[in-house]
């Protein structure tokens, strides 16, 4: 089949709830990917930072081919012999004291959701179905209806209501605002330290170690979503460890801990507040199954040993410096942290996604993202010929 020909079949038999890039992809090795037709590109989404470790890294796809070849899933039913070796690795990495593993981003979302309401009520004393959640303006936390239904985003609520009470909504970065919002019935405060879907958002430097000292003085859970700015993708295994004092109570883990292979994700908190939940409370018949938690431990190990982090930190560093050197009369703004960057393009110029299809053209794949920003998250195991490409791409697309 042809590019037209698989095209056609998405049309006629998929929903049309995404709209691609027309090139369909067969082959990916590191940060590199081909299509049917044997062209090649750089992987600049890492599909939205879940490929932090690269596409089939090599130790990645052994454990997922050992494992596979032993048992696949148990169900929590029975124990497996993966899933303790993975969460108190991930514990480790994390200084945490227990995690609750699931499988996608947002099913760790709703888990934290949960955590943090029967945390309210048994250790805050909250009134029955009072519990309040604070979440920002622009926030993305995924897709389910409860998660769309304190989305600030219009698309993403419209016509799916009606939706979960419980969340109020203030502006990110605005201390104030949430200062204001909290009530005896505030339970969490759920945030991102960078806002990535809203565009590679930035709060001011200090806004967490901040928010973290007023949800602690009002006896509020300080949750971070670190499902896209975790595991390395900023220039630090955890973004909020850009500030002092700005660990959370409860850490939200996904996208790159399954290694770009396997779903995998995780709440990562303490004993106390993991401690509300007793067996039949909540559950997932594939969370933490022994070939996710396989492929966790092995993701983990590879961030670790290759030192991702500190690739993203020094690659990130380079790449945003010479992207800001490049004259374009295009560019409103480039900002980022390690190799999470957008590149933001003024309402003059047009929305940013005909620069991803020039893009594209070169030999670049990078996803446009709330209309206005191209942007950059590659593979963390990128080296230098690699940033010289991009930037190659970058400043013939820009330049014009
Ligand atoms: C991707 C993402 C999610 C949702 O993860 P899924 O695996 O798509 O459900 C939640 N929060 C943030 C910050 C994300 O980037």
Redesign the pocket.
Known sequence: MNTQEHLKLVEQYSAANYHPLPIVLTRGEGAWVWDIDGNKYLDCLSS??ALNQGHRHPKIIEALRTQSEKMTLTSRAFHNDQMGVFLKKLCELCEMEMALPMN????A?ETVIKTARKWGYLHKKIPKDKAEIIVCNHN????TTTVVGFSSEPQYREGFGPFAPGFKLIDYGNLEQLEKAITSNTAAFLV?PIQ??AGILIPPQGYLTEARKICQKNKVLFIL?E??TGLGRTGKLFCYQYEKNAKPDLL?L??ALGGGVY?V?AVVSSKEILGVFKPGDHGSTFGGNPLASAVGITSLDVLVDEKLPENSFETGEILLEELRKIKSHHVQETRGKGLMIGVEIKIASGPARPFCDQLMKLGLLAKETHGQVIRLSPPLNIQKKEIHFILEKMNAVLSK
Do not use: A, C, L
């Not at 996608?104 to 099913?107: F, L, N, Q, R, S």
């Not at 993305?140 to 897709?143: D, P, V, W």
């Open positions: 939205y930072s996608t981003g947002v099913e979302v993305f936390h995924g897709r991102e990535g879907e979503d499902i896209q939200v996904g996208k779903p994700s």
